[in-house]
């Protein structure tokens, strides 16, 4: 009975934890083993048992978002799952009469009708349980844009806001024998105060973009875990358990090729930090050697089991150090969308490892910035094997209300999310906070602006000290000094992260000749590393113009060349992400013939050509690879 009280109890704080953003839920605990709060209840879910809710999925369309609304004391959308009604009954939905879409999958590019859509949708799966054990069911969605609405046969069992992390909820006690129906609104729409604010470069690809599963883990079972290197010599283990009965139970963590096995018990909120000296034998990770060990992390009700790679990453005196050794970021930027003339926004292994594998095997990059949001574990996981280095970002994306509360818990949140979902994967080695946030209002808003963002880097920093946090800075305006004229990073924020990023568009967006744009110089801060997180030109697959009209293939390629000719003569870059991989959609790229809502700045088409661009920055990337 002690148990059954203790249980529901703990239930309760779960599901409040899951979706009331409260200042304090969102601090992680200082030893970072664990979230309090962390949406999605547990990581790993490729590692646990479950039944993966991919496929077809009724859907019935809401412009007005009728079913939101309150009736009686309940929202309409319980009804939305009725059966068997009688055709005397007055209803006005019917799911068993709806078509079906892809789930995960993004509506926009499914069904033709809603290509532009952006508002409510309500989507349903029936799942068919022959038996319900008397274990725990946690539903897990992986991501659904932008405001999600969860239902389990009838009863709401929580809400979720934001399109690019996971949430789960805990539904043991929703679940029956049987046929269950699991019905999730997903609203696309944002608004002044959301993460990030309606006005954005990129498609706002609306749905359930990620897989749903149903996890089943016992009563008390392994929520989150972060295994990484404390220093080159300390392997640091933290794992966190939820549950029934957290306090002092045994915690083994083993690294069977390494010969490692330490174990503890937890303390009173479950949790445990093990350490254990780097084994000699241990290999680190790195690009050219992308090496994962097994690691598994056990108790007596359960075995978790991931693959780890081992790393450091370090900013000393101005220079950029990987496991030791100076490291220069061949990177190209990435937006998550697959390779296609229709291009879904829901990324499996095949299409992350096809987008990927065109960086680091025909370009020769080393490192990918994953823009301007979280992508998927797929994604990061494929980066990890392949040995990319990540650059990993929240939308906290130009104008936000930044004075705002609620838009500083709800990026404090994803922010953790984020973290939480990935901080096993070597190949991240960046925690970006803000991408081209606004720095030239004077006064208030850029006080207010900088006073959010470094509760964004605090927040980091509490929790993860083994990698950099940056943020995607405007160019600086540039000075005369000494006479001579040069770009200086004036930006207060550059005081407070690790590495100093900038995006630039001299000789795309400004009239710049581009033997200027070559000839640009900076005045970069001497004791933290560089970046240009950004330059790039448009350019429409198999337009030539010897002439170098804009959006031609050859300006775009003769672009490259005068940006790594300008590259090539900064003393103290560390490295470059341009914009970007591959074409991608952007309502806002409005030209009739070139752009048709196509942002054309890819190197490659949509469809996976290379331009005449990707063969001048493979030649350069080629060059400092020494292949
Ligand atoms: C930027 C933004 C990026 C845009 C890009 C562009 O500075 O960070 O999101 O897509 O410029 O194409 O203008």
Redesign the pocket.
């Known amino acids: 009975m002690r148990n059954l009280i203790l249980r529901m109890i703990c239930r309760q704080l779960l599901l409040l934890s899951a979706f009331i953003y409260f200042p304090l839920a969102l601090s992680l605990t200082a030893n970072g083993a664990g979230p309090v709060g962390y949406s999605g209840l547990l990581i790993n879910v490729g590692a646990r048992e479950s039944k993966n809710l991919s496929g077809e999925w009724r859907y019935i369309i809401d412009p007005y978002k009728t079913a939101l609304l309150k009736s009686k004391s309940e929202p309409k959308a319980v009804f939305l799952d009725r059966v068997n009604v009688s055709p005397h009954k007055m209803m006005e939905y019917s799911f068993d009469n709806s078509p079906y879409m892809s789930v995960p999958g993004d509506w926009n590019g499914q069904v033709d009708e809603m290509a532009l859509y952006e508002g409510l949708v309500w989507f349903r799966k029936e799942v068919q349980l022959s038996k319900v054990d008397d274990e725990r069911y946690l539903l897990h969605i992986g991501a659904a844009n932008y405001k999600s609405f969860v239902y389990v046969n009838g009863k709401k069992v929580g809400e979720h806001e934001g399109g690019f992390t996971p949430f789960a909820f805990d539904v043991t006690d929703n679940l029956k024998v049987g046929r269950n129906s699991v019905v999730i609104g997903v609203d696309s729409e944002h608004e002044d105060d959301s993460v990030p604010t309606p006005v954005t ?2 498609k706002n690809f609306g749905g359930i973009t990620r897989d749903v599963h149903l996890v089943e883990v016992p009563n008390t079972y392994i929520s989150t875990y972060f295994i990484q290197l404390e220093s080159s010599d300390v392997i640091k283990a933290n794992v966190s358990l939820s549950g029934d009965r957290i306090n002092r139970r045994e915690v083994t963590v083993r690294i069977p090729e390494l010969g490692v096995m330490v174990s503890g018990n937890t303390d009173a909120d479950g949790k445990i930090t093990v350490e254990v000296k780097t084994p000699e034998d241990m290999k680190f990770w790195a690009p050219r050697s992308p090496i994962l060990y097994e690691v598994i992390i056990s108790t007596a009700d359960e075995t978790v089991s991931d693959r780890i790679g081992f790393r450091t990453i370090e900013s000393v005196d101005g220079e950029l150090l990987l496991n030791g050794e100076p490291i220069f970021l061949r990177g190209i930027s990435i937006h998550e969308e697959a390779l296609g003339a229709t291009p879904n926004r829901a990324i499996n292994k095949s299409s992350a490892r096809a987008l990927l594998s065109i960086a680091k095997k025909d370009l020769k990059a080393n490192f990918v910035r994953l ?2 949001y979280p992508h998927s574990d797929i994604t990061t996981r494929v980066a990890d094997e392949l040995g990319l280095l990540v650059w990993s970002e929240i939308p906290v ?1 130009w104008d936000m209300d930044f004075g705002n509360k609620k838009t500083l818990a709800l990026a404090r949140k994803m922010q953790s999310d984020n973290i939480i979902r990935d901080k096993n994967r070597a190949s991240i080695i960046l925690w970006s906070v803000a ?2 946030t606004k720095r030239n209002k004077k006064g208030a808003a850029l006080e207010e602006r900088t006073s959010f963002l470094r509760t964004l880097i605090t927040d980091i920093r509490e929790v993860d000290n083994t990698r950099l946090i940056t943020s ?1 800075l405007h160019k600086a305006k540039p000075k005369n000094k000494d006479g001579r004229r040069v770009y200086v990073i004036d930006d207060s924020l550059a005081r407070y992260i690790d590495v100093v990023s900038v ?1 630039t ?1 001299q000789g795309w967006y400004s009239d710049m000749k581009l033997e200027d744009v070559a000839k640009i110089k900076w005045e970069l801060p001497k004791d933290k590393p560089f970046l240009f997180s ?1 330059f ?1 030109a448009g350019a429409l697959y198999g337009y030539r113009d010897d002439n170098l009209a804009k959006f031609s293939e050859d300006y775009q390629a003769e672009y490259y060349k005068a940006n790594i000719e300008m590259c090539r003569n900064i003393d103290g870059l560390d490295g470059l992400s341009p ?1 970007i991989l591959k074409d991608f959609k ?1 309502p806002r790229r409005m030209h009739g013939q070139f752009q048709q809502y196509w ?1 054309r ?1 890819g190197i490659i088409s949509p469809e996976g050509n290379f331009k005449a661009a990707f063969g001048v920055l493979r030649g350069w990337y080629n060059e400092l690879a020494g292949t």
Request: a negative charge; aromatic letters at 24%.
């Open positions: 470069d990129w823009a301007h994306y991408n081209e995607a995006n568009y950004e790039g914009w952007s942002n700045k």
